[in-house]
């Protein structure tokens, strides 16, 4: 999506779950929005496991075209992370490209407002 320059807005598991935002260093609680810049990789070295908040293992399972084990070992990806309360008062996490200035949490929740 980002090389062909999209805008995206993706729902993730929350922080206490396994997903793409687990080993990151994110507020455990309450409503933020945050850059964050990551290198996804295929490769399990001892570097890789070392930073989890620099490096996101992306298993062999998982269909990802831009890596692989032979060329492509690495992938670069910045987005912004957004947490904030619907309004029957449960979090909501999502991840996004656009700036922070130009999608605000409020944007973010009425967005999740009208799709419940």
């Known amino acids: 999506m980002e090389r062909k320059g999209w805008s995206y807005v993706i729902r993730v598991k929350d922080l206490d779950c396994n997903g793409i935002l687990s080993g990151l260093r994110l ?15 295929k490769k399990q070295t001892k570097e890789v496991k070392a930073h ?17 084990l032979q060329e492509n070992l690495f992938y670069s ?35 999740a407002s009208s799709t419940e």
């Open 77 to 111: 990806i910045s987005f912004q992370v957004v947490r904030f309360v619907l309004p029957n008062g449960a979090y909501e996490t999502v991840i996004t490209n656009l700036s922070a200035a130009n999608f605000h949490a409020k944007r973010h929740q009425s967005l």
């Open 52 to 68: 989890p908040e620099i490096y996101k293992f992306v298993p062999s399972t998982s269909t990802f075209d831009f890596l692989n």
């Open 27 to 41: 507020p455990s609680d309450g409503e933020f929005d945050r850059a964050v810049h990551l290198t996804l990789t």
